[in-house]
């Protein structure tokens, strides 16, 4: 079994859904720049793993990672999101939590859209034939709009790092020795991340459960020095304390 296959969105396809473009690229090109950068950083943590084009059959896989851009008519539109299955739910939407929570440490500013905010991300084709456990496609950004554009195309050795990294927690691989071949895994373990963790700011339990799990603390128990338990609601604004 493959640990991650890491499907390249439209690629390569000439017709028919053939995905977004920006002004400095299409989505193709860059979901096929980033693909094998992640499927390396991968590899170089002992993890077994395929870059996929759209249309190719997908192996038995623990995760599949299914990489695109978002795109609209309207240039103004922002922010990322992730899709996943109904009948993986749970493992992927644990795995989106993680990549949400890393892609804004990497410096991702313009938030993130409900899940499954679209049909096409619920009812994508791969999932009625993925045999993975955690099935994740990534909406990046939007390539229609400028500044997110230009965001995704400057920083993406960081932006491949971090799904890499995202993919190797959910794995259970919390500790990095990162190394010259994948410099920005530094984001994992840089005091600034491990502040940034500490001081999160967001709605949501699955919040509180990613701080924990970053801390090494089994999920079920109360978080050391406040009084907030893992099923707890948080509101926005309200500081956490390591």
């Not at 993975?132 to 909406?139: C, D, G, H, K």
């Amino acid at each position: 079994m493959i640990d991650v296959c890491v499907q390249m969105g439209h690629c390569f396809r000439r017709r028919g859904s053939t995905g977004t473009t920006g002004h400095r690229g299409t989505e193709q090109e860059f979901v096929s720049m980033i693909g094998p950068m992640i499927v390396d950083v991968l590899k170089s943590h002992g993890l077994s793993a395929v870059t996929l084009r759209a249309d190719a059959p997908i192996p038995k896989c623990r995760v599949l990672l299914a990489l695109h851009q978002d795109g609209s008519p309207n240039p103004s539109t922002r922010g990322a999101s992730v899709g996943y299955p109904s009948h993986t739910a749970v493992e992927s939407k644990r795995l989106g939590d993680i990549w949400k929570a890393l892609y804004q440490l990497a410096g991702f500013e313009a938030g993130f859209r409900r899940d499954n905010y679209t049909a096409a991300l619920s009812g994508y084709y791969a999932w009625r034939r993925s045999p993975a456990t955690a099935n994740l496609l990534i909406e990046h950004g939007f390539a229609t709009n400028r500044f997110e554009e230009n965001w995704m195309w400057d920083k993406a050795d960081l932006i491949a790092a971090t799904d890499a990294a995202a993919v190797m927690r959910y794995l259970g691989i919390s500790e990095y020795e990162p190394n010259e071949d994948d410099p920005d895994m530094d984001i994992i373990n840089d005091p600034e991340a491990e502040r940034m963790f500490a001081q999160w700011t967001l709605n949501g339990t699955t919040i509180v459960r990613e701080y924990l799990s970053y801390r090494g603390v089994d999920v079920g128990t109360v978080l050391p020095g406040i009084s907030i338990v893992v099923d707890e609601q948080i509101k926005a604004g309200q500081l956490l304390k390591a």
